[in-house]
Every structure is written in C-alpha cells, then in structure tokens.
C-alpha cells in the first residue's frame, strides 16, 4: 500500500495531531511538498500533502482561509501540514474551521518535528512501495512463465486471474475466446467480441479500456503480436483500476503470450511449406508419398474424405474503375459499414483455422501467389466456418457495390468431397466452380451445385453473348427487312428437333413454307443444318440472346 495521511500520523516519529478532516486520512499521498506562496496551486500536481509555516499568510482572516483552502482542495490537495512554534503558536482558528468546511484533513506539526523528517517518511514509504511492487512483479514474471510453459496459456491466464483478482481471457485471430480463466469469465469475455475487432483493426501494439455491458467490471483488452494484424488479444478485468504488482504481472502476461504467438507464427509458416510439398505431391498423383511426408501433421486429413477450397481475390467495382482511369463511385457516408476482410484471402483463412482449432481438426491451407488453397474434413467445422465466411462477404459486397466502394472482392470454389487418389480431379473441381462464381458474380460456389445445375446460367458471360449476336446478326437483318420470320422459324425447327410438322404447326405455317426458310437460313448463314455442331451452335445462341 503507498503511503496514507493515516499511516502518517500513525507514525510514532512524527507526532502528528489530526486537527480537522479525520475522516478522510485514508487518502494515498503522492508527496510531501513544502511551499510558502499565498497561493501554490501553479506548483500541485494533486496527491501532496502540503507543509506550511503560514509565513505569507493571514492564517487568522476567515475569508481569506476559506478561498486558501479551497484551491487546494480544487487543486487536488489531500492534506495539509501546519508547523505550530514557528510564526503561530497554534493553528488559527480560522485556518482550523475553513479546512473542516472543506473536508480537507488538517496535521498540526510539532515543532520538534522538522519537514524534512516529514518528506524523508514519505519518500521511504512510496519506495517501499515501489520495492514491494517490483519484487511481486518480478514473483508474478516468474510464476507467469512457469505456468506458461508447463501449462500453456490456459495455465497463464490462471495465474495472471489470481495476481490480478479478477478475470482474464485470451482472443483467436477471429476475435473468438480460446481460453479464460476462471472458467466463468468465458460468456463474459465472449460478450466482448465487438470490441476486440475495432481493436484487432488498429497496427500491434494496441490497448483500450472498455466496459462489459451488464456487468461493472473494468476491463482492459491487449493486442497480442508484433505483425500488421494482430493475431490474438488478451482481456483482464478487474474491479477497480490495475496498482503497479498488477500491471507488472499485466504487462508479463503480454510479453509472454507475444513470444509465443511469434514462435507458433514461425511453426505455423514452417507447416504452410511442408503443407505445400504435401499438396504438390497429391496434385502429382503420388498420395503414398504425401503420407509420408505429412506424418502426423496432415496424416489424420489425408485418412477421410475432404474438400479442395481454392480461393481468390478479385477486383471490386473501384479496382475495376481505377484500372480503366476512371474515378471510383463516391461512397455514402450514411451507408452500411463494410468489413475490410471481404477481398482479404487472409481473413477468410484466419477464419477456418479458428474453427479447425477449435473443434480439433487438421487442416491444410497454403497460399498460391494471390490465391489461398484449403483442404478441410468434408462436413467439418472448417468448410462450415468457410461457408458462413461466404454468407457474410455476399452480404458485405452487396453493400459495398452498392456504395462503389469495393476495391476486392473474394471468390470461393468448393470441390466435391474427395480422397487423397482423387486430388488432382477435386483440384479442377475447385477451379472449375471458382471461375463459375466468378462469372456469376458470387462470393462462394460449390461443384454439386455446378454439376446439379443447368448450363444456361452460364450463356450469360459478356464472350458467349458477343458470339451469339454475331452469329444471329445476318438473320436478324434479313427478318427487319419484312421478308420473313427466319429466327423464330430456326428457334420453332430446333426446339421440335427438326421435326418439320410439328414445327410448321407451331409457327401456323405450311411445312413447305417452313422447308423454304430453313434453305435461307443454310444460305445466308453459309452453314448445313445437317450438321449437329451447327444445331447445338445456333440453339444455345438464340438461348442466349433470349435472356438479355
């Protein structure tokens, strides 16, 4: 504890005389200051017990103690000192009643006892203090480190709940709680998550202060990290503010848990190369060899079905428009607030290893220049997680577009579930379903639903339809001219399979008449509808165009 007015008086050296103010001698005092002026507020900084002889006093005018006392309250004062045998025998009245007006505690000073003795007690009593913080700071280090390394950081935040008194809680990179110590502050700390994102947004090392609502707790959150993006966040709360032992054990508890994010971001880039050789190795067709490699690390994936996940970032409306040397879309102030994760591979990647930890999966991602590769469990948390990361970037690019606003959007393809034989084929699947999301303008699709759907959604890219309307031009220049219905007549002949009376019914003409204009179609066209390359060519033109 520092030093108090209460352990002042309470020391047998210094004979101090509580004269008005006792009940407020628990007050912790910051310094022992001695200062004749009239006024010696410019000099207070607030905490000091202030020592006078009244030399520049009128220690016996009323009005003139209570506007001396009451700067020094409004100066934040917590007591003052008055020497008696010096230039008053006794404390004047006036000084003795304006000082318990106040509420400020008054110490009459015998004259035996010099200031400096005063001063000396104090700063012995606030270096005391100091010593005892350091030593139990350095106690809480060590105990600290050891539960760290025999326990991990669950055993950390143990410790640190107990030095602290009160509650602490450990964040994942996806701003999830991973541990808390004791086992209730987990719903509490869970409450927080907002939080930790705003603060997981600002560069490492990042602190603030904020409030659990429902609850009167005072809690202090931590980035945890040295890199751009913070990897983890730590959260303590307590009942009041943090003393120094507190902070020391505090301040321990980041160091340790920064050393050890560092050093699982080195395993964790050390694993994303073996990740790589064991990926190269499945694309290869060579799954034995990809066993062998992975061992324990990936072994348990490779035994059960999983999932290729190729992701890439591609450029959002703004990109779009600043690489064609136009000015992006001015973006509403009043608009939604849109993550800024949702062109960021990393975020999504963060959000799967997360999940994959915490339900005990294994997983594989490797990043692939501007792409992210992901093999997760079929039917895992992970491929969960990622498809829920989808949801959220859908709806956050709607806003984004919306706003002109998005600079790069993401883009998922999901493979069929698949084994270690079958890799190369669940790797085109991705492929093969990321360029379907990207043509249909979609943050995540899988290959069951490009295999289960229709190809006509895809007769809608921008080549197919530039194709179809040069294909079709002639035709539809010969029917402006009045001189027939040869598109409509092509759509009805193909549509009946080339059967000449179920078409010319259609189309309520003579099955002459409809043998005719196919002959102009050939014709104009310069192609044999004999051929079936030329039927299927026509047909998904005319689908094409029949959607615009």
Known sequence: MPPTLA??????????????????????????????????????EGGELLLITALKLDAEDPESMRRYVRRLVGAGVVGLGFAVGVNYDEIPQALVDAAKEEGLPLLEVPRRTPFLAISKAVSAAIAAEQYRAVTAGFAAQRELTRQTLNSGPEGLLTALAGHIDGWAALYDASGSVVAAAPDWAARRAARLTAEVERLRERPAPASAVVGVPDHEDR??????????????????????????????????????????TERSRSLHAAEQRIGAAVLRMLLAGEPDHARTVAGDLYGGLLDAPFRMIVVESVPGPAARARAAGQEPA??????????????????????????????????LVVPEGDRLVVLAADGGAAVAACAEYATAAEAARAVSEHAGADEYALVVGVSAPAGPIAAAVAYK?????????????????????????????????????????????ALREHDATGRGD???????????????????????????????????????????????????????????????
């Open 219 to 260: 809690v202090e959150l931590h980035s945890i990290g040295t890199g751009r993006r913070p990897r983890a966040a730590l959260a303590v709360g307590t009942a009041a503010a943090p003393g120094t032992a507190e902070r020391y054990a505090v301040h321990s508890a980041i160091a340790l848990l920064t050393l050890t």
């Open 7 to 44: 352990s002042l008086v309470h020391h047998s050296a210094l004979k101090l005389i509580v004269r008005a103010g006792g009940d407020h001698l628990d007050v912790p005092v910051r310094w022992a200051h001695v200062s004749e002026l009239a006024d010696p507020v410019p000099y207070m």
């Open 330 to 363: 001015p973006v509403s102030a009043s608009g939604p607030a849109v993550p800024l994760a949702t062109g960021d591979p990393g975020g999504l990647a963060e959000t799967v290893e997360s999940a994959a930890a915490r339900a005990g999966e294994t997983l």
């Open 429 to 473: 699947q991705a492929e093969q379903a990321l360029s379907v999301a990207r043509r249909r303008g979609r943050v995540l699709v899988e290959h069951e639903q490009v295999a289960a759907g229709s190809v006509l959604p895809l007769l809608a890219d921008d080549a197919v339809k530039a194709f179809a309307d040069g294909l079709l031009r």
């Open 486 to 548: 040869l598109v409509a007549s092509l759509r009805a002949w193909l549509s009946r399979h080339g059967q000449w009376d179920s078409a010319a019914a259609d189309l309520g003409v003579h099955r002459h008449t409809l043998r005719y204009r196919m002959r102009r179609v050939e014709e104009i066209l310069g192609r044999s509808l004999d051929d079936p390359d030329v039927r299927m060519e026509l047909w998904l033109a005319l689908k094409a165009t029949s959607t615009e």
